[in-house]
C-alpha cells in the first residue's frame, strides 16, 4: 500500500532507534540532543542571525508567537481560507480575530489581490502558508504589503519549503515549522518558531523553558508511533497491518492529529508543553536523510509536472501534490482499490470537515476560489518511486 498520510518517513531504523530509546528513559525528556538540533537547523535552513524555538506542536509554537507579540483582543490576523484549524485556533483562543485571504488558484497560497481587500487598519499580523511546500508566488508582494502597513509577518512552512528560501540575512518575521507525523520530516509531534535576532524571539525564550513538559503518555505514544507505525506499513497488504491500525485506534494508544476538543472548535491546551528530547533525536535521524527524501520528492512532483501538463511545483519538492479533478471522492475511491492511499487537504476551507466553519468565524462565500479548490482537490503522494508515480499518472482521468 501507498500511503500519504500515514507515517511517511518512518523506516526501520527509526523503529529501532526508537525501540532501543524505550530502554532509556532519562533520554526521553530533557538532554543534549535539542540544543544540537537547533543548532542543525540553523545551519542547514537559516540565517546565521536566527532563534530557533521548540515546542510540542506547531500549533503551540503558533500561539506562544503570537501572545508574545504584545496585540490587543480583537487585533485582526490575515490568515488564508484553505487551512487547517490547527493555524486558526491559536489566532481565536488569544481573541485575535482570524480575517480569511482567498488564495490563487494556481498556487493554493494567499493571493495579494484579496489581501487589499480584506485588509482594515485593525489587522496587525499576516501568516503566509507555504500550501504543500510551495512557495507562494505572491510572497515578494506580500512582505512589501505587510511591511508597508506594518504587520507582523509569519511564513507558515509546516508543509515543507524550499530549504534554501530563509538562508538569507533578509528574510522577515518569523518562521513556524511542524515536525508532526504526517509533514516533510516527523518526530511524531513537533513543532517550532524560527526569528530573526536576539531582541525579537526574547519573551519565547522565556515560555518555551517555562512552560510544561508533556506527559509520560505522549512520551510513550512517540516511542510507539515509530515502532507500530513501521509493522503496520510492512504488513498492511496481508491483512496483519489493518488489524493492528484499527486495534491501535479503537484503543485510543495513538491519539489522532487533530484531537475531538479541536474537531469541536477549541484550542487543546495539552499541546502547549515543551519539546521532548527523545522527539529530537528521531528528528536528527529524519535530517540524515532530509536530502535523498527531498530529491525523491522533486523527481515525483517533476513528473506530475511534466505528464499533466502543470507547473505547479516549479522544481521543489512537495509534500503532497495537488491535483484537481471533477469528483476527488470516487477518484479516491478507484485509487484505494490499486492500493494508493491519496488525501484531501483541504477538502474544506478550514479543516478537517467535521469542523462547523462557524466556530472559527468563517463566513461562506468570503474565498470564493479556496472554497472552489475544496471541492476539487486530491492530494497525490510525492514520496514514491517515479514507477509507482507513472502507476498513479496511468489512472488519473
Ligand atoms: C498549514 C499548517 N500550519 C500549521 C500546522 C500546525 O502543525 P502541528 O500539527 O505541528 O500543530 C498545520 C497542522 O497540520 C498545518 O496544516
Redesign the pocket.
Known sequence: MIFIDFALNETKSDAMLAFRLFFQPWRWRKGKEINNLKRRLKTRFFSSDSSIFFFL????A?YQYLSSLGLKKGDEILVQGF??E??VLPILELGFKPVYVDVNSSDFSMSIKDVKNKYTSKAKAMLI?H?FGITPTDRKELIEFANKHSLHIIE?V??GFDPNIFRSKRYPGAV?M???R??SFSSV???AIAVRGVRSGKSVRAVEKNIPNPSVWILLQTIFYKIHSVIIKSTYDIFLGKIIHFLFKQLYLMMP?VTKKEKNGHFNFM?LATYPNIAAIFMHAQLDRFNDVLTQRKKTSYIYDAKLGTSISRGQGLLRYPFLCENPNELQTLLKKHRIQTGRWYSQVVAPPELDLLNVDYIRGSCPIAESLCKRVLNLPTHISVRDAKRILNLLP
Open positions: 506542536t506547531g500549533r503551540a503558533l487551512t487547517c490547527a493555524v502558508q500550501t507558515d509546516a508543509h513556524l511542524s515536525f508532526g504526517s509533514k509531534f513537533g513543532g492529529e499541546f
